[in-house]
């Protein structure tokens, strides 16, 4: 497959703005999981965004998984189509969870006992320190497919795809330890 050409003041564009975005978004989030930042109210239907959040995450990694497999089959079309479905939901995440956190403040996890404390708080860190590392990972991995530099998409995917089935699937289970601690 022969690679598309893209004008250098074109890559150099789009790799900027994967700079910007990777730092933005983190700071984004950052800020609003501040207490101190005011929580704007947006109605109760924000309620519902955790469990679609990890809804989202869920199939986020169905997406991966298969994405996976059609690959090591063989299966370009099915590969992307599950990719860019799995992108376009990180995306919709993404939205969701700042939504959620502009809105409500973050809830205590409330579990007890040494072990299950220690097991969520691990699941929680990792899962917070690695979805900042995976965002320019996983854009440059997309910007690379789009732009059909294979080599390189094929190179940093070896880092980038098991970052973000983790990330994805440690946003289910964090869901699922803290969810009977939201907020009513």
Same mark, same amino acid.
């Given at each position: 497959m022969s690679q598309l050409i893209i004008p250098q003041e074109k890559q150099k564009s789009y790799l900027m703005w994967i700079r910007i975005l990777s730092f933005?978004?983190?700071i984004a989030v950052a800020v609003l999981l501040n207490p101190r930042v005011p929580k704007v109210? +947006?109605?109760e239907w924000t309620k519902i965004l955790p469990h679609l959040n990890a809804a989202i995450n869920t199939t986020t990694s169905i997406l991966l998984l298969a994405g996976y497999i059609f690959i090591k089959k063989g299966n370009i079309a099915g590969h992307r189509r599950s990719m860019q479905a799995a992108f376009v939901l990180g995306s +919709?995440? +993404?939205v969701s969870y700042v939504l959620y956190h502009l809105t #409500?403040?973050?809830t205590k996890f409330g579990g007890e006992g040494?072990?299950?404390?220690?097991?969520?708080y691990t699941i929680? &860190?990792?899962h917070i320190v690695l979805s900042v590392v995976v &965002?320019?990972?996983v854009l440059l991995a997309v910007y690379y497919a789009w732009s059909n530099q294979i080599p390189r998409h094929k190179r940093i995917v070896k880092v980038t795809y098991p970052l973000w089935l983790y990330v994805s &699937? #440690?946003?289910v289970i964090a869901y699922l330890m803290i969810s009977p601690y939201y907020h009513s």
């Open positions: 933005a978004i983190p109210n +947006l109605g +919709l995440f +993404l #409500t403040e973050s040494a072990f299950i404390r220690g097991f969520y929680l &860190v990792t &965002v320019p990972f &699937v #440690t946003g």
